[in-house]
């Protein structure tokens, strides 16, 4: 039995060594054991109900700015992963970007490109750029796959070993994701790690520089956001996020390489 046991935890170990995923971005590991198109299909089925009992805000100067925003950073990442190679990695993304009319100082973007912004957090972007701050980290974290790691992770603690061998049911999958994304009015709000929040911060600072909005603008916002925090509850958007100290320091570690990208987009100097 000893050995049975030894012997399973090896293959597990091999299978979660296979299922590593690496961000070709920047180059963090991650495990991502659930399949990205069944996620992508319940997260499209929690989002069209999120709408349908949202006010969404369509035409309008700010809903267009969300529009505009979010695509030139969509295509920015699709640009940097064609020219890698790997545009396979965002084939299956079905994008849409939506602003809602809710105080909630907010945004997310679920498995799969479905994206919602809060009218709470515009005043707090000020502009385009600071949307795209917004934007571009809440994008990363889809494309990062963010959403099957932290699924992922669930998986190996609730069922372990019964993941060989595809032990685990579309239903068990399901609840995990339910747990994950919760339906009403905290859909979306998976809690992110803080590795996790801080890769999304680089990502994001690295595609917003990609599609044309000056990264130096990133500082600013987050220093916005920490202001519109009261007492000690900080808005959900915060409510993970790390330490503003070390958000700081890394993005001012990471600026120098976003530049580069900003320049190469034909932003100034």
């Not at 669930?154 to 070993?161: F, I, K, L, P």
């Amino acid at each position: 039995m000893k050995n049975l046991n030894k012997l399973l935890g090896i293959s597990v170990i091999s299978a979660m060594m296979i299922a590593c995923t690496t961000n070709p971005i920047t180059g963090r590991k991650s495990l991502q054991l659930a399949n990205d198109q069944e996620i992508s299909a319940m997260a499209l089925q929690q989002y069209r109900q999120t709408l349908s009992t949202a006010k969404v805000i369509k035409g309008t100067t700010q809903a267009k700015s969300v529009q505009n925003v979010g695509l030139r950073i969509k295509n920015a990442a699709n640009n940097y992963y064609r020219g890698i190679g790997r545009e396979a990695d965002l084939a299956n993304y079905q994008w849409e970007f939506n602003l809602i009319d809710d105080k909630q100082i907010n945004a997310w973007c679920m498995p799969g490109g479905k994206v919602a912004v809060y009218t709470g957090i515009m005043p707090i972007t000020k502009n385009d750029t600071g949307l795209a701050v917004v934007l571009g980290h809440e994008i990363s974290h889809a494309i990062a796959g963010h959403g099957n790691e932290r699924i992922s992770q669930a998986m190996v603690a609730q069922y372990g070993g019964a993941i060989l061998g595809g032990a685990i049911s579309n239903n068990q999958i399901a609840a995990i994701f339910q747990q994950a994304y919760p339906l009403g009015a905290q859909v979306a709000l998976l809690k992110y790690g803080r590795s996790q929040e801080l890769e999304a911060d680089e990502m994001g600072l690295y595609l917003m520089a990609m599609a044309g909005y000056d990264p130096r603008e990133s500082q600013p916002f987050w220093q916005r956001m920490e202001a519109a925090s009261t007492g000690n509850r900080p808005p959900e958007f915060l409510s993970t996020h790390p330490n503003p100290d070390t958000r700081r320091a890394d993005l001012e570690r990471n600026m120098p390489k976003a530049l580069e990208y900003y320049r190469a987009a034909g932003g100034k100097k």
